[in-house]
């Protein structure tokens, strides 16, 4: 009995070992590689700089008709881009807080679509902040959830039917901050982790039409992107109130100040590593879900980090020398 059982589980693990090779392989032959973009167009928000700006100069490169959005049409990033790239490439305005703008943009697209249509929307549009949450305004938290979150969502709602119809690629920029919830960083936090939730709903929906959804998860690039909003201790200090200010003291705004700067400057200097991963996900035949983007050293950290239990991921703070100082000077005079 005991034997025939064993044999029973042996022969089901094989089979459906089999049978997830051979729906691989079927998946493998059925998906398109695009590394040459003729024919296709690529949607870009948040081109005036940073990501966005090498991304469209990259796809631009390989042949694809991108549609660069900017913020400012007009401006240096806007310019630069224009004068660098081939005819194919084409500046938007497109503020993704505006409905009025998504509206015009798609407008313009539809217009301008090559014969194979919209092969991808990269939702890549972004702002960041730091502040402790007792520093922070209900409207420092709508802005960046505006932006970050509901910028990411109106375009996609409204870009899907172009994408869907060609069984193309969605795209989203979050962050390791997605997942990894340390001091300074609620109002990103929360805004990156409501866009990887949006974007893991879809990826399900999507999926029924061929439809391939990414996320690109990077680490510290804020040298690389200027992303980060430079801000200076007396700045933190005099948004506060005199309950807060009593609470947190000048002395511990300029240390948090100090060593949120630091942190930064200790970051990538190129964002190359971005770049390719997005590459990737749009042109790849098999895209991954999710691109996590930090260095080989702290590779094994963040990809254990989301499956501790949470008495450990608190715990982890602890052993920083800056949370140390933080609770001995909370109070002081």
Request: glycine share 6%; charged share 20%.
């Amino acid at each position: 009995m005991i034997f025939s059982i064993g044999l029973i589980i042996g022969l089901i693990s094989i089979t459906a070992l089999v049978l997830f090779v051979f729906a691989k392989l079927v998946s493998r032959h059925y998906c398109r590689n695009v590394q040459d973009g003729s024919g296709y167009a690529v949607l870009i928000t948040g081109c005036d700089s940073g990501f966005g700006h090498q991304l469209a100069q990259c796809l631009d490169q390989k042949g694809f008709v991108v549609f660069a959005g900017c913020l400012c049409p007009q401006g240096a990033g806007a310019q630069s881009l224009a004068r660098l790239s081939s005819s194919n490439l084409k500046i938007l305005k497109l503020d993704v807080t505006s409905d009025e703008d998504v509206q015009q943009a798609k407008m313009m697209v539809e217009e301008n679509l090559p014969k194979k249509g919209l092969w991808a929307v990269v939702n890549n549009a972004g702002i960041s902040d730091w502040a402790e949450i007792e520093w922070s305004t209900i409207e420092d938290f709508r802005n960046m959830v505006d932006i970050n979150l509901f910028g990411s969502i109106r375009t996609s709602i409204k870009f899907l039917p172009l994408v869907r119809a060609v069984k193309g690629r969605m795209v989203y920029t979050s962050s390791i901050f997605a997942f990894f919830n340390c001091l300074n960083m609620g109002a990103y936090s929360v805004s990156k982790r409501g866009l990887e939730a949006f974007a893991d709903c879809l990826r399900v929906e999507m999926a029924s039409f061929g439809v391939k959804v990414s996320i690109i998860q990077p680490g510290n690039f804020g040298r690389a992107t200027n992303i980060v909003k430079m801000k200076t201790s007396s700045d933190i200090w005099e948004k506060l109130d005199e309950d807060r200010k009593h609470t947190f003291n000048r002395q511990y705004i300029d240390l948090a100040n100090e060593y949120f700067m630091s942190t930064c400057n200790t970051g990538f200097k190129n964002s190359s590593m971005v770049i390719d991963a997005m590459l990737h996900a749009v042109t790849s035949a098999r895209p991954k879900r999710r691109y996590l983007l930090v260095s080989a050293m702290d590779r094994f950290f963040f990809q254990l980090f989301p499956f501790l239990p949470t008495v450990l991921t608190d715990a982890v703070f602890s052993l920083s020398p800056m949370y140390a100082k933080r609770k001995e000077m909370l109070y002081a005079k």
